[in-house]
Nanobody, 124 residues
Framework: QAQLEESGGGLVQAGGSLRLSCAAS????????VGWFRQTPGKEREFVAGISQRGALTQYSDAVKGRFTISRDNTKNTVFLRMDSLKPEDTAVYYC?????????????????WGQGAQVTVSS
């Protein structure tokens, strides 16, 4: 089972950009669909974006479509989330998650392993 670690979070002004990275160790990562989720205190973890094994398929939530871009480099065992035109409502802890099944899922419970999360704060 892969271990995941997010990086690249931080504080940014509204309208700015950040790129999150999700680095994986373990032999299964290149066989997995990967998703990004986010969570704020008192709320459910929500789907942000997902990508299939080879990157041919991607999916985004309506809240981020057109502003965020998910990609992956399997040679580096890393998935990226490029976030542009950030808004204060994007403030959250962002998590990456992997599935053994090569199918993007929007439900957190369908993912098999998770990173520890990265804080993203967007100031107005």
């Amino acid at each position: 089972q892969a271990q995941l670690e997010e990086s690249g979070g931080g504080l940014v002004q509204a309208g700015g950009s950040l790129r999150l990275s999700c680095a994986a160790s373990g032999r299964t990562f290149t066989s997995a669909a990967v998703g990004w989720f986010r969570q704020t205190p008192g709320k459910e973890r929500e789907f942000v974006a997902g990508i299939s094994q080879r990157g041919a398929l991607t999916q985004y939530s309506d809240a981020v479509k057109g502003r965020f871009t998910i990609s992956r480099d399997n040679t580096k065992n890393t998935v990226f989330l490029r976030m542009d035109s950030l808004k204060p409502e994007d403030t959250a802890v962002y998590y990456c998650a992997g599935r053994a099944v090569n199918a993007i899922a929007t439900i957190p419970g369908r993912y098999d392993y998770w990173g520890q999360g990265a804080q993203v704060t967007v100031s107005s």
